[in-house]
Structure formats: C-alpha cells, structure tokens
C-alpha cells in the first residue's frame, strides 16, 4: 500500500539558510499536518491543511510556511534557519471524514521523516 | 503543565514479560487515543486507536482508556526484543491535531 512521500530525507544546511521539505500524502487523503520532532522529544504539531487550506496552526515559527497544492502534496518551507531548527520533520496524512467518518479522519499516517541538520 | 504527560523511562524488561505503558491528559475534551510505536530514526507508526472509554485488544496488545481518570494505558503481553522501540501516546478532540505525550522507550532484553 501507498504510504506517506517525503523528500528529501536528510538535509544539511548552515545556519541563515533556507530549506523546503516535501511531503505526498496518501492518495484520496486530504489532510496534511506537519511535526517538528527535536532529539529525545516528541513530535511538536506545526501546521495542518485540509483541502489546501489551512485547517490548524501550532508552534510553527514566522520563519516556516508551508502550502498545500492541488495535487494534495504539501511544501514545508524554512527561512533563516537557526541552530535550533535540526530536527526530525514529519508529514503526516489522513482520510476525509466522507470514507471513515471521525474515527476514520484522526488516523493519521506518518511519513519516514526529513532529518535537518543545521550547521 | 502540558496536555498530555508520559513517562519518558527508559523502561527496560526481560522477554516474556508484561508491560505497562501510560499517559495522563488534562484536557477533557479528548476523545479520540491512539499509541504509536516508533522505530529509532523511523516514523511513529500507528499500533491501537480507541474511541472515549473502554478497552480493545489487538494481539498481545491491550489498550484501555479511563476518561474519568484522564489516563490511558497500553499492555504488551509476551513482550519480544523487536517491541523495542519508543512508545508515544497521542490523543485529539475529534477536529484538533493530535497532542503527542513524550514518548516512552522500551528496550525488552533477550
């Protein structure tokens, strides 16, 4: 089965530099959401987009955006980036509520991750 | 305080054993919990969802969910080596993104 896309899966970049990550949901799920997970932590809820648009906005900083295109790929952008922004990047995917109801739309599946390094 | 609390361990138990992994939450409005495992430098991987209170078994996992006392619990019977692995419980309200708790790891020694 088709899982969740992301590219690249390692990333190394010096510190002022920007960065996009990648992200292909499942096909037929409409739901995209982005974690930041630091070493030892658990995963941070960034941001999320349904239907292209977005749905929910968590800890992500003024320096990141992030966009859903009509394909249902999803784009993490990364400006001016700091020491502290290595980290594993997740993209995660869920179905609409149309296929599994609410029960069904909460399953959400992970990606491998993008590992940013920061230097 | 954060929304959902986990004990981070590290746990470490010998092969065979029973573990017993939780998570204490404040928000009330929680109703969906669901326990990821996740493989070192992998993604979490989805192992039991449960909807508002109750138990459900799948294999030799067990999840429980006691909504009057905030807390959720994963059992792992006849644990093996290859449930080594961090254990993150995450719960939402239905339209809100999951809240992840810290993430508990198990190494289960051979």
């Known amino acids: 089965a088709a899982g969740v896309i992301q590219s690249p899966r390692h990333l190394i970049k010096e510190k002022r530099e920007t960065a996009t990550l990648k992200c292909y949901p499942i096909?037929?799920?409409?739901?995209v959401y982005w974690y930041q997970q630091g070493p030892g932590q658990d995963p941070q809820f960034l941001i999320s987009?349904?239907?292209?648009?977005?749905?929910d906005k968590g800890s992500i900083p003024d320096r990141f955006s992030a966009q859903q295109f009509s394909d249902y790929h999803s784009e993490l952008n990364m400006s001016s980036l700091e020491l502290g922004d290595s980290a594993l990047y997740f993209c995660?995917?869920?179905?609409?509520?149309?296929?599994?109801?609410?029960?069904?739309?909460?399953?959400?599946?992970f990606g491998a991750g993008s590992r940013l390094t920061v230097l | 305080q954060k929304e959902v609390e986990q004990d981070p361990g590290p746990l470490s138990v010998p092969e065979g054993a029973i573990v017993s992994l939780n998570c204490t939450y404040s928000?009330?409005?929680?109703?969906?919990f669901m326990w990821y495992r996740q493989y070192s430098r992998k993604g979490p991987e989805l192992l039991m969802y449960?909807?508002?209170?109750g138990n459900k078994e799948d294999g030799r996992f067990t999840a429980q969910v006691d909504k009057s006392s905030k807390y959720i619990s994963l059992f792992i019977r006849d644990s093996q080596p290859s449930d080594s692995a961090t254990y993150l419980c995450?719960?939402?309200?239905?339209?809100?993104?999951?809240?992840f708790g810290k993430g508990t790891r198990l190494s289960v020694i051979a």
């Open positions: 987009f349904y239907e292209k648009m977005q749905s």
């Open positions: 096909p037929r799920h409409d739901t």
């Open positions: 995660a995917s869920s179905p609409p509520w149309t296929s599994g109801g609410a029960y069904g739309a909460n399953v959400l599946t």
């Open positions: 995450a719960m939402s309200a239905g339209n809100t993104p999951l809240v």
């Open positions: 928000n009330s409005a929680f109703q969906y």
């Open positions: 449960t909807y508002s209170s």
